[in-house]
């Protein structure tokens, strides 16, 4: 397998952890966001988005993190990121997607070069408009989380799932633009617990090959 990443994108940084987690290490092809190579000719041969991460498995080339982390569970399903139960396969991801589907797309590098480029906002405005947007959508997923009845020292449980591997990169950017973490006390534990998983750990963005 071959995977297309960035050391710093989170939808890269979900699959890395999904991929320690299930013992896999699949040859990574750095595709460097800042430069723009995702833009280039050869790279959107391989996914015409122009995103990461992509997954070449051989046979075709996989696209979007949580359908690679799917696919991953549904052929490699051990150890499982998903509940056996209908009901908590739902909630697992319904705060996935609340990360995934809400907060990222908002403040991804293309929105934020957008703001900057086209629509002329300088970088306070652009560091406001981050944190505005991540700051809301982390304080949902606090809620979500006591909602469901804090049920161990990951996100629902005892074990990481899909939960977990949204969560802890999103947390990781939320710093580095400084967002206000204050009012998800409970989310922050969760991310220090996950720190400390060697899953976590070997596939934070600082300690990546491509790493600058």
């Known amino acids: 397998m071959k995977f297309y990443g960035y050391y710093r ?22 595709v460097h966001l800042r430069l723009g190579e995702q833009r280039s000719d050869t790279y959107r041969s391989v996914n015409p988005q122009e995103l990461v991460p992509s997954l070449d498995i051989g046979t075709r080339v996989l696209t979007q993190s949580l359908a690679i982390i799917e696919w991953l569970e549904e052929t490699h399903p051990e150890p499982p990121l998903l509940p056996g139960d209908p009901e908590a ?6 705060f996935a997607l609340a990360v995934a589907a809400d907060i990222h797309p908002l403040n991804n590098l293309r929105v934020l070069q957008y703001l900057k480029g086209p629509l002329g906002q300088d970088q306070a405005a652009i560091d406001a408009w981050y944190r505005h947007w991540v700051e809301t959508g982390l304080a949902a997923c606090e809620a979500l ?25 999103q947390l990781y950017n939320a710093r580095r633009f400084n967002a206000d973490l204050s009012g998800c ?23 990546q090959p491509d790493a600058e």
Request: hydrophobic share 45%; with cysteine.
């Open 9 to 30: 994108s989170s939808a890269a940084y979900r699959c890395r952890i999904a991929f320690n987690l299930k013992g896999l290490a699949p040859d990574l092809v750095p």
């Open 89 to 94: 396969r739902a909630e697992v991801r319904a």
């Open 145 to 169: 989380v006591v909602k469901g009845g804090r049920r161990g020292p990951y996100c629902f449980g005892d074990s990481p799932t899909l939960a977990d591997l949204c969560l802890v990169p």
């Open 185 to 207: 006390p409970n989310l922050v534990a969760i991310d220090a617990h996950c720190a400390t998983h060697p899953a976590f750990a070997n596939a934070a963005p600082d300690v």
